[in-house]
């Protein structure tokens, strides 16, 4: 969803977070949310694939068919953290 130019993505999956004190608000039951910029030149993630995908088959004479399996290597990482923030919401709180 797109609101007032930003984009917005929904997940179920929040990292929980733990008791947590902001400015005397104490609260256990928090959720962390990520905000970044997807502007091209100043993405917080970089990734990389490592080794191309490589396709590997061979026959399973016992259930009389061919079998495949993929290999492939990447990674992702964090590349600037300073367009990374995190805010922390009480699941608690409407």
Known sequence: MNVYGWDVYI???LKPIGAETIDGKTTATGVANL???ADQAARPFVGAVRQ???VES???KDY???E???TTRYGLKLYR???MVVVITDTDQV
Do not use: D, I, L
């Open 11 to 13: 997940s179920n999956n």
């Open 68 to 70: 495949y399996v993929m």
């Open 64 to 66: 009389q068919r061919e």
């Open 81 to 83: 953290p300073e367009n």
């Open 35 to 37: 905000f970044f910029s």
């Open 52 to 54: 191309a995908p490589t």
């Open 58 to 60: 061979e026959y399973n």
